[in-house]
């Protein structure tokens, strides 16, 4: 869901990150779409060797996804086959959450893991033979086994992938095949994908090779006419052999031979997204619900399917136990404490016997604690009674209803309804009774679509807030961070205290937001 200021935002990252003439290429693909490169230069005017070097720097940090697209020709001609480019916003506003990424690493891995993956993430895309090779001149040792055997616990992991395609293919579907698309759509309300739903999907590698590490240091199994190909000496020089052996659309279908890696995203979300709910589980039930949850998730990880999947895999009871038993904090559980735990966890159980949780509700009720918030500091106690009401079930409640269940007056509670639904949190609808007797009665109900994209669009806004805040300060006392520490005495001494003060504040409270952030966007 990419707003106004969403987009505002992540402009703004890759100014920061990349300057000024990249952020204007991406600003152009984020308010147009995918485009061609002849309609990118068009529209932002630069030169075009500027342009095809800046969609270079965003696809070699995943932030747009290039595709070649079959389109019908005019009277008389065969169809235009052309290059786009479609911006990937999702990847952009991670770049916000590197450094969470790496913590997560560390945690799961080591040290020696998140390093790598450090490497990773300020590079984009490498090849194995690069992150081995960075990793050994950065540490200053001479054991690769041991770099190549935390890059492989990377890849199991799945925090590492293959890159996708360079340029998946998209063609024009049959008339027959457009025929029947259309009327599976139209009988099961299914929306149907768009083009760049269909190349960001396509360019995926296979499961099977999506996470595979061949024998050799960093290619693929080629054949004989693989052999010309040139050596990988270093990170700089291959990115300039290939940019010069780029056609002038920018193909690389034709000449990229080596294994890519990159930082796999959806793992790094669905990890958050799951430690999410655990807090949550906590807070809102006890410790032993979150472990029961925590087990469930863990055991269930691989199978699960993609990030946003609904429920978890389901598990039989006594498998539960054991992931439960496997944790030292779950050892003193017995098996009607998981059991009781699971009811409390709203967990479903189907034919089988076998219990899978609703993550889908979990987040669910997370955004509703979020928005529930927002409403009391916003309207006061009287709104938070009401949106609660409403947010517990999807339909419409008369004046007088709400009055009743919060217990208030109907004057103070018709007023806040009143308010709520001038700045778009609520929907209302009046209807009459018939005559002779004609009353009017106001019906209100959550528009919760509405209401997450308005409260999602304003932490974009007060996201970009903080970072300009935090480039704010730091630029101010730009002379004081340049000093070295023996000359800091007496006044500066304090100055620097409150910089690093003012500087944890803001970027600890930045954090949080991005945690908002994500649980309405990625969750």
């Given amino acids: 869901m990419s707003t106004q200021r969403g987009i505002r935002l992540a402009v703004h990252l890759i100014d920061s990150h990349f300057g000024h003439l990249v952020s204007k290429v991406c600003e152009c693909l984020l308010l147009k779409g995918s485009l061609t490169l002849n309609q990118i230069v068009s529209n932002t005017g630069l030169p075009r060797p500027d342009v095809k070097k800046c969609l270079l720097v965003l696809i070699q940090h995943n932030c747009i996804q290039p595709f070649t697209l079959e389109q019908r020709g005019g009277f008389e001609e065969g169809n235009n086959v052309s290059i786009h480019y479609t911006p990937l916003f999702d990847n952009i506003l991670h770049r916000l959450r590197f450094s969470k990424f790496v913590l997560l690493v560390m945690n799961k891995l080591g040290k020696e893991c998140a390093d790598l993956l450090q490497g990773l993430l300020e590079h984009g895309r490498l090849t194995m033979e690069l992150i081995i090779r960075r990793a050994a001149e ?37 008339d027959e095949e457009a025929t029947t698309k259309n009327r599976r759509s139209k009988f099961a309300k299914v ?44 990170a700089g020089e291959k990115r300039k052999r290939d940019f010069s052996e780029i056609d002038d659309e920018l193909g690389a279908a034709g000449f990229q031979k080596e294994v890519l890696w990159r930082p796999n995203f959806e793992e790094f979300v669905r990890c958050l997204r799951h430690k999410a709910c655990i807090v949550h589980e906590r807070l809102r039930l006890d410790e032993g619900a979150a472990i029961v949850l925590s087990a469930m998730l863990e055991s269930s990880r691989n199978p699960e399917g993609g990030a946003v999947s609904r429920y978890s895999v389901p598990m039989s009871l006594n498998a539960i136990y054991e992931e439960v038993m496997r944790t030292e904090v779950g050892r003193t559980m017995t098996l009607d404490h998981v059991r009781t735990s699971l009811d409390q966890l709203g967990c479903t159980k189907n034919a089988d016997d076998l219990y899978s949780v609703d993550l889908s509700n ?12 927002f409403m009391l500091k916003k309207y006061g106690g009287v709104a938070y009674m009401i949106f609660r009401l409403l947010s517990k079930e ?37 209807i009459s009774t018939p005559a002779p007797k004609t009353n009017h009665f106001l019906l209100w109900r959550i528009n919760q679509d ?6 999602l669009d304003g932490m974009y806004h007060a996201a970009l807030n903080l970072i300009n805040r935090v480039s704010f300060e730091l630029n101010k006392e730009q002379e004081l961070r340049e000093l070295p520490s023996s000359r800091i005495t007496g006044v500066l001494v304090s100055r ?8 944890y504040c803001l970027e600890s409270s930045l954090m949080r937001l991005d945690d908002a952030i994500m649980l309405f966007h990625d969750f």
Avoid at 403 to 419: N, P
Avoid at 450 to 455: C, S
Avoid at 496 to 503: C, G, T
């Fill in 138 to 174: 950065s540490t200053k040792t001479e054991a690769p086994d041991a770099v190549h055997d935390a890059f492989k616990r990377l890849v199991g992991a799945r925090f590492v992938e293959r890159c996708p395609d360079s340029e998946p293919f998209i063609e024009l579907p049959t």
């Fill in 362 to 373: 979990l987040i669910q009720l997370c955004r509703n604690e979020e928005v529930e918030s």
């Fill in 450 to 455: 509405l209401v997450w994209k308005q409260v």
């Fill in 394 to 430: 999807s339909r419409f409640f008369e004046t007088d209803k709400i009055s009743q269940d919060i217990l208030k007056e109907k004057v103070e509670t018709q007023k806040i309804l009143f308010q709520m639904w001038q700045d778009n949190y609520l929907s209302m609808e009046k």
């Fill in 191 to 234: 929306v149907p994908q768009t083009i760049e739903q269909r190349a960001i999907a396509a360019a995926i590698p296979m499961e099977a090779k999506r996470f595979l590490i061949s024998c050799d240091t960093g290619s693929e199994d080629t054949t004989e006419t693989d052999k010309d190909a040139p050596s990988i000496l270093s």
């Fill in 496 to 503: 620097k205290a409150r910089l690093l003060k003012i500087r």
